[in-house]
């Protein structure tokens, strides 16, 4: 579904984001993305969403190149895929309902079959009661929910999130996380960036750990993310960073 | 089907939009209306002007006024050699009697004209040129002004050919006025468009990062830019209709004084609907234009 090959990302101004990142996501996996902030998760999600192009390297999404992708090819891959953003990027001049309708109406739904659509949408993360309320009323976790409202109202059939339990307490945490199991159990591919290991613990899955723009190591959860994070700061940079390896996650749902 | 209702859900959305800011719609709207309804009135008064200087023209004449007490031996004999004259087509002559009741009929004058004690008018000759370029009128004029017994020799068209100059420049003035405020108005509208796009920025990001396609997001800016300018156009429809009513009403008293019936042409329907299609495709092209230059610079990051 998604595969780096040797990917490489520079800036102009000479900063290297990502640095020779070779992994593969299978069709309906779920798989954190670790690492402290600035580490490139942001902008490896970006590559996948097609926002960034890589600076060398192959990023494949659905089959698609993203760094030879033609501009008009872009709206159609994103209609695929889910963005959640740690900042939300909601629309407070409109309704939650209207928040959630704007991708079905990017892509011309028919009014009566988009508000059902919507309903369900917002159904799903428990805001149906909110529906008129303006998101600028939402607490940070309802916003965060809204944003996955709106991310999945399409059914794509990647999810991004990026930091999608940034700034909540644990309980909202969980609330979220749910949501995103149910996901992946109807086999929706997740990449979920995230630095929470308490998460990481409690919902474990494959996760990609970053530093500096370099793969570190993979884990399959449970205890793994507090190993790492020692091994990192004994072990700054094992030879190039391109363990591509991974295994597979022992408490998937 | 699925494209109508598109279309239709982006024309109520841009709508909704223009009544959100009244203040700004109207001021927005009355500017393009004025701006408009120049070139438009230079326009209506050149058509009326125009219209008026064919209907007293026809071609070109020139009249020869005979001297006071000439004789009907002489007039017959000046009337042969006009007829036989190379330059000239075709000659009529009007009896002194026959001018003095023609103009008791076309000019409202007969009560001063019926309180004279006799016919000030000279006998004249129409005379009817071959050719009507005014190079060659007036050398026929000048040649018929050194004849015997010709008082006065008067080239009627004279003045038919400084009106259609001054016309023709009344026309480019009009064309220059109308291109330059088109410009003004494609730039208005180019500015509003641009303010919006600046001002809808987050929510034009977001629609990039969830698939909307560049025509999606045009769509909205091109369908205000449209609105806007066919409402401007209406503007200035309103204004143009309200200002001739006013005019006309005027001037007609004024006309009465010559005793013409003479007013300032309307619009006709094919006019007023060149006049919104124009101001429609203007207000597009503004927005069109703004929406090129600024729509890439918004990418999401």
């Given at each position: 579904?998604?595969r780096?090959?040797?990917?490489c990302?520079?800036?102009p101004?000479?900063h290297?984001?990502?640095k020779?990142?070779?992994?593969?996501?299978?069709?309906g996996?779920?798989?954190?993305?670790?690492g402290h902030?600035?580490a490139?998760?942001?902008t490896l999600?970006?590559?996948?969403?097609a926002i960034?192009r890589p600076?060398?390297g192959g990023?494949?999404?659905?089959?698609q190149n993203?760094?030879?992708?033609?501009?008009?090819?872009?709206?159609a891959l994103?209609r695929?895929i889910g963005?959640?953003f740690?900042?939300?990027?909601?629309l407070f001049?409109?309704?939650a309902?209207?928040?959630v309708m704007l991708?079905?109406?990017?892509?011309?739904f028919?009014?009566?079959e988009a508000?059902?659509?919507?309903?369900?949408a917002?159904d799903?993360?428990?805001?149906?009661?909110?529906?008129?309320?303006n998101?600028?009323?939402l607490?940070?976790g309802?916003?965060?929910?809204?944003?996955?409202?709106?991310a999945i109202v399409n059914?794509?059939?990647?999810?991004l999130?990026?930091?999608p339990?940034?700034?909540?307490?644990t309980?909202y945490?969980?609330e979220?996380?749910?949501?995103f199991?149910?996901?992946?159990?109807v086999?929706?591919?997740l990449l979920?960036s995230?630095?929470?290991?308490?998460i990481?613990r409690q919902?474990?899955a494959r996760?990609?750990?970053?530093?500096?723009?370099?793969l570190?190591?993979?884990?399959?959860?449970?205890?793994?993310?507090?190993?790492?994070?020692t091994?990192?700061?004994t072990?700054p940079?094992?030879d190039k960073?391109?363990?591509?390896?991974y295994?597979t996650?022992?408490?998937q749902? | 089907?699925?494209?109508?209702?598109?279309h239709l859900?982006?024309l109520r959305f841009t709508?909704q939009?223009?009544?959100l800011?009244?203040?700004?719609?109207?001021?927005n709207i009355?500017i393009?209306?004025i701006?408009?309804?120049?070139?438009?009135g230079?326009y209506?008064?050149?058509?009326?002007v125009q219209?008026?200087g064919?209907?007293i023209a026809?071609?070109?004449?020139?009249?020869?006024?005979?001297?006071s007490?000439?004789?009907?031996?002489?007039?017959?004999?000046?009337?042969?050699?006009l007829k036989?004259h190379a330059a000239?087509?075709?000659?009529e002559?009007?009896?002194?009697?026959?001018?003095?009741?023609?103009?008791?009929?076309?000019?409202g004058?007969?009560?001063?004209?019926?309180?004279?004690?006799?016919?000030?008018?000279?006998?004249a000759?129409?005379?009817?040129?071959?050719?009507s370029s005014v190079?060659?009128?007036?050398?026929?004029?000048?040649?018929l002004k050194?004849?015997?017994r010709?008082e006065?020799?008067?080239?009627?068209?004279?003045?038919v050919?400084?009106?259609?100059?001054?016309?023709?420049?009344g026309?480019?003035?009009v064309?220059i006025?109308a291109v330059?405020l088109?410009?003004a108005l494609v730039?208005?509208?180019?500015n509003?468009?641009?303010l919006q796009?600046?001002?809808?920025?987050e929510e034009?990001?977001?629609a990039?990062?969830i698939?909307?396609?560049?025509?999606?997001?045009?769509?909205?800016?091109?369908y205000?830019g449209?609105?806007q300018?066919?409402?401007?156009?209406v503007a200035?429809?309103l204004?143009?209709?309200?200002s001739?009513?006013?005019?006309n009403h005027?001037l007609s008293?004024?006309?009465?004084l010559y005793?013409?019936?003479f007013s300032?042409?309307?619009?006709t329907t094919g006019d007023?609907l060149?006049?919104l299609g124009?101001?429609a495709?203007?207000?597009w092209?503004g927005a069109?234009?703004s929406?090129?230059?600024h729509?890439?610079?918004?990418?999401?990051r």
């Amino acid at each position: 579904m998604i595969r780096f090959n040797q990917v490489c990302k520079r800036y102009p101004g000479g900063h290297e984001a990502l640095k020779n990142l070779s992994f593969d996501i299978a069709e309906g996996e779920m798989v954190y993305l670790t690492g402290h902030s600035g580490a490139g998760k942001s902008t490896l999600l970006k590559l996948v969403a097609a926002i960034e192009r890589p600076s060398s390297g192959g990023v494949l999404v659905k089959g698609q190149n993203i760094r030879s992708i033609k501009p008009a090819a872009i709206p159609a891959l994103r209609r695929n895929i889910g963005l959640i953003f740690q900042d939300h990027k909601l629309l407070f001049d409109r309704s939650a309902f209207d928040n959630v309708m704007l991708p079905l109406q990017i892509c011309g739904f028919d009014h009566r079959e988009a508000g059902k659509r919507v309903r369900a949408a917002l159904d799903k993360v428990g805001l149906l009661e909110r529906e008129k309320a303006n998101p600028i009323a939402l607490s940070g976790g309802e916003q965060q929910r809204l944003c996955i409202a709106r991310a999945i109202v399409n059914r794509p059939t990647i999810l991004l999130a990026d930091e999608p339990t940034g700034n909540l307490d644990t309980e909202y945490s969980n609330e979220i996380m749910n949501i995103f199991k149910s996901f992946h159990q109807v086999g929706v591919t997740l990449l979920i960036s995230t630095h929470d290991e308490g998460i990481l613990r409690q919902f474990p899955a494959r996760a990609l750990h970053l530093r500096k723009g370099e793969l570190q190591a993979h884990s399959t959860g449970s205890g793994q993310a507090t190993d790492e994070t020692t091994s990192h700061s004994t072990r700054p940079s094992n030879d190039k960073g391109q363990v591509a390896g991974y295994s597979t996650s022992s408490g998937q749902a | 089907m699925k494209t109508l209702i598109e279309h239709l859900r982006v024309l109520r959305f841009t709508l909704q939009r223009l009544l959100l800011a009244p203040n700004a719609t109207l001021l927005n709207i009355l500017i393009i209306g004025i701006a408009l309804s120049l070139p438009v009135g230079g326009y209506v008064l050149l058509k009326s002007v125009q219209a008026l200087g064919a209907q007293i023209a026809g071609t070109p004449q020139i009249s020869v006024f005979l001297a006071s007490g000439t004789g009907v031996g002489d007039i017959e004999r000046i009337g042969d050699r006009l007829k036989q004259h190379a330059a000239i087509k075709r000659i009529e002559f009007v009896p002194r009697e026959t001018a003095l009741k023609k103009m008791q009929q076309s000019t409202g004058l007969s009560d001063i004209i019926g309180g004279l004690s006799q016919n000030p008018l000279p006998d004249a000759f129409v005379i009817h040129p071959k050719d009507s370029s005014v190079a060659s009128l007036e050398a026929l004029r000048d040649e018929l002004k050194t004849w015997q017994r010709f008082e006065h020799v008067q080239l009627d068209s004279a003045w038919v050919h400084k009106l259609e100059a001054l016309l023709d420049f009344g026309r480019m003035a009009v064309i220059i006025l109308a291109v330059l405020l088109s410009f003004a108005l494609v730039a208005i509208t180019f500015n509003t468009i641009r303010l919006q796009i600046l001002t809808r920025r987050e929510e034009i990001e977001v629609a990039k990062l969830i698939g909307a396609t560049d025509a999606f997001i045009r769509r909205p800016f091109l369908y205000f830019g449209l609105t806007q300018g066919l409402l401007g156009g209406v503007a200035a429809w309103l204004l143009i209709s309200a200002s001739l009513l006013l005019l006309n009403h005027t001037l007609s008293a004024l006309a009465q004084l010559y005793a013409s019936d003479f007013s300032l042409q309307g619009l006709t329907t094919g006019d007023s609907l060149t006049l919104l299609g124009f101001s429609a495709y203007l207000g597009w092209l503004g927005a069109w234009f703004s929406v090129s230059q600024h729509l890439w610079q918004i990418e999401p990051r």
